[in-house]
């Protein structure tokens, strides 16, 4: 599972953590999947992400503390990765402001995606 989650370069759900470590032959219980993922997050090893929809998403935390946001489409519900260093400076200097030292922060911007447009 740590392997598999090292390989994405954004965010799964259980059910698509689950779906391919099936593919890749290699058989593991749901239940064993939703512990696992409730362990690395608490240990901080993963970042667990609430993008909408009642299903939670993982991504591994970066050592170096990189890191994206997400675009949701609500209409297929397709997920992507997007980073923005002018954004990143924007929520420091806010936080600042509002006398914060912010550690962390997530930004998921929901609409509609190119093909759901169409």
């Known amino acids: 599972m740590i392997d598999l989650l090292a390989r994405q370069t954004c965010c799964l759900s259980a059910q698509e953590i689950w779906d ?3 593919l890749e032959a290699r058989p593991v219980g ?5 512990r ?3 362990l ?4 901080k090893l993963v970042h667990r992400l609430d993008v909408g929809g009642g299903v939670a998403r993982y991504e591994p935390m970066l050592p170096n503390g990189d890191h994206h946001h997400h675009l949701v489409c609500g209409d297929c519900g397709k997920v992507e990765a997007f980073s923005d260093e002018p ?3 924007a929520l420091r200097e806010l936080g600042g402001q509002a006398g914060y030292e912010v550690e962390a922060h997530d930004v998921v911007l929901r609409g509609s995606c190119g093909d759901c447009r169409v």
Do not use: G, K, W
């Open 20 to 22: 391919d470590l099936r």
């Open 87 to 89: 954004l990143e400076d």
């Open 30 to 34: 749901i239940a064993s999947v939703y």
């Open 36 to 38: 696992v993922l409730e």
């Open 40 to 43: 690395l997050a608490d240990l």
